[in-house]
């Protein structure tokens, strides 16, 4: 179980949230859409810290659970906590995928793909445009006014 409430953004937050996002922030986060290939502010971060959803703050992987895929997109092979995503089948665009979204506010992060490396043998490919980042040794964001959670792991790995 995580120390993490999962419970939905309320309608107030969600509005105020949506408000803060730039339009193509809205485009991917909100209407599932993708960043361009080789162009994402995190494909090329190197920092110890943790990778947050960009809309509601929850945390979603952990930077040693980064790697280089060479697909053009910040790849993971494991989340922060398996409770904080949320797969869903995608057949659009001709394609049968596995869509990956946060589980506490439902937006899209990208695809998850089974041709990453040991120990889960996943790829979670995502947009950076969908995370934040916290760098080691900070508090992770509470964008929602919920508080730290009791017992919140540290941000590093």
């Not at 952990?62 to 057949?91: C, E, N």
């Not at 969908?130 to 540290?154: I, M, N, V």
Request: proline content about 6%; some cysteine; overall charge negative.
């Amino acid at each position: 179980m995580t120390a993490f409430d999962l419970t939905p953004p309320s309608d107030v937050q969600r509005r105020d949230l949506t408000a803060g996002l730039s339009r193509d922030e809205r485009r991917v986060l909100l209407e599932h859409g993708t960043e361009a290939a080789f162009c994402g502010v995190f494909l090329d971060n190197k920092k110890h810290g943790v990778y947050t959803c960009r809309f509601c703050g929850l945390p979603l992987f952990r930077s040693s659970a980064k790697f280089d895929s060479g697909t053009g997109w910040p790849s993971f092979f494991q989340p922060y906590h398996d409770a904080h995503i949320r797969l869903i089948r995608d057949t659009s665009h001709g394609m049968l995928r596995t869509e990956e979204v946060c589980a506490r506010c439902g937006s899209h992060l990208g695809h998850v793909f089974q041709d990453g490396p040991r120990p889960t043998g996943d790829r979670h490919c995502l947009n950076s445009v969908s995370l934040g980042f916290t760098e080691q040794g900070h508090a992770l964001p509470d964008l929602l006014g919920r508080g730290a959670p009791e017992g919140q792991p540290d941000t590093g790995d």
